[in-house]
């Protein structure tokens, strides 16, 4: 149960910064009005965030990750979020055993 | 009978954001298990994984974090990811802001800590008939920590007996989780034009510089590519 210095500083900056998001919203109520391209840019920010991280060990690890990577996406329309999880994991299990 | 109308009146509001939440309470739970196992298994202590969800409280954002995770702490690396993963806050909060009604200052300095995709889906969902209060805003907001949390320090103190994650594929399930949360978001074109930027130059990127510059370079050339795909404003 021990919590490291550097451990804790980075989570205590990664909440900081957190908070300044969720907070930063009322400052600006009424201020922000984003349209067309700045606004498509701004929602296109979690998407873009997200695959950035993963692209990695989808794209760049094997065959079996990304075919697994594939069927995941190929369900996650369709599936909720912890079948989709499931359907990914049991994928990639499977796929590993036969390479 | 005055204030006795009001206070059902606060007892209704709490029971309809409790009965809103619930489930999503519930689903969060399993996700906050696999956090906290993915944590054990990057060499974070049950406590530090329980203070990261309490604390930080953004799951896509944390997912991020245990991913990119190495020793030593890569500490900018991580407020980096960290805050353009959250960036979206600003929008939702700035949306919600007009819709509260009777939420004094400390309220709203307290309350927005819990601000998450779902509780501000639920709000906005409610402010289309009702303006939001905080009997409303507070269930809603302080149920969600229970399953997450909980579900942390669950995972992670499980995760210490699980040995290799990766003999699970468990490895492989914040891809999967990824993958998901991006169909959550997903609006057509832009969304696949993004996805398909962010995701080849935060590969090669990888390939040709590792890790961390792989999240900056994938996240600037999926957004440019949003702007470049999006119609151009009319008169602007």
Redesign the interface.
């Known amino acids: 149960m021990s919590v490291e210095p550097a451990t804790l500083a980075a989570i205590a900056a990664m909440a900081a910064v957190t908070y300044l998001t969720r907070i930063g919203g009322f400052f600006i109520a009424g201020r922000l009005a984003l349209r067309g391209r700045a606004k498509a840019a701004f929602d296109a920010i979690p998407p873009a965030v997200l695959v950035a991280v993963i692209a990695p060990s989808a794209l760049a690890t094997g065959w079996p990750e990304t075919v697994a990577a594939l069927i995941t996406a190929a369900v996650a329309t369709r599936l909720p979020l912890l079948a989709t999880i499931a359907v990914g994991v049991v994928s990639v299990v499977v796929l590993r055993a036969l390479a | 009978m005055e204030s006795g109308g009001k206070l059902d009146g606060a007892r209704a509001e709490m029971r309809a954001g409790a009965g809103d939440i619930w489930p999503v309470m519930v ?1 969060a739970f ?2 906050g298990l ?1 956090f906290g196992a993915l944590c054990t298994g990057k060499g ?5 994984a329980g ?2 969800s309490l ?4 799951g ?2 944390q ?3 245990v ?2 995770w190495t020793w ?2 890569p ?1 900018a690396a ?2 980096f ?18 819709k509260l009604a009777r939420f004094p200052l400390w309220a ?2 307290i309350g ?2 819990f ?1 998450t995709d779902e509780a501000w889906a639920l709000a906005e969902r409610r402010a289309m008939w009702r303006p939001v209060t905080p009997s409303y805003w507070f269930p809603l907001a302080l149920l969600l920590p229970v399953g997450w949390v909980g579900g942390t320090v669950l995972g992670a103190w499980l995760g210490s007996f699980m040995g290799d994650p990766q003999r ?20 057509g074109r ?2 696949a034009v ?2 398909a ?7 090669l990127t ?2 040709a510089a590792g ?1 961390p510059w ?6 600037a ?14 008169g ?1």
């Open positions: 689903a399993p996700i696999l974070l202590s049950v406590a530090e203070l990261m604390l930080v409280f953004a896509g954002a997912f991020a974090a991913e990119l030593p702490v500490v991580l407020v990811s960290t805050a353009l993963i959250n960036a979206r806050h600003v929008l939702m909060g700035a949306s919600l802001a007009s709203r300095l927005f800590h601000l699970f594929g468990a490895d492989f399930a914040f891809t999967a989780l990824f993958i998901g949360l991006v169909a959550g978001f997903w609006n832009i969304t993004t996805v930027a962010s995701g080849a130059a935060s590969a990888y390939l890790p792989h999240v900056a370079a994938g996240a050339a999926g957004i440019a590519a949003a702007y470049v795909a999006a119609p151009a404003e009319e602007a």
